[in-house]
């Protein structure tokens, strides 16, 4: 059974960097649309950033121009100019029609 493992998070003082990736057990990520997502204390998970089988970059609004997503072995958000809203949960998932597989997540705390 594939496998994700996030790895890259931690405490960093605002306007900082983070590279948080995702390993997979198993290849899928020419498979599988690929995707990072947040979930701060008391809120819903959402969204970060997702890319295609094809390639194809989706970013939530808030970090678009801050985060990049980009997939070679791993599957990497680099996180520039960090803010302390974006503290939270990072997961890593991958998914197909009707079918989601998450990793464990990975705490990123942004300090003002």
């Known amino acids: 059974q594939v496998r994700l493992v996030e790895s890259g998070g931690g405490l960093v003082q605002a306007g900082g960097s983070l590279r948080l990736s995702c390993a997979a057990s198993g290849s899928i990520f020419s498979t599988h649309v690929m995707g990072w997502y947040r979930q701060a204390p008391g809120k819903q998970r959402e969204l970060v950033a997702t890319?295609?089988?094809?390639g194809s970059r989706n970013y939530a609004d808030s970090v678009r121009g801050r985060f990049t997503i980009s997939r070679d072995n791993t599957v990497d958000l680099q996180m520039n100019s960090l803010k302390p809203e974006d503290t939270a949960v990072y997961y890593c998932?991958?998914?197909?029609?009707?079918?989601?597989?998450w990793g464990q997540g990975t705490q990123v705390t942004v300090s003002s």
């Open positions: 998932r991958a998914s197909k029609i009707g079918y989601a597989l």
């Open positions: 890319i295609t089988p094809g």
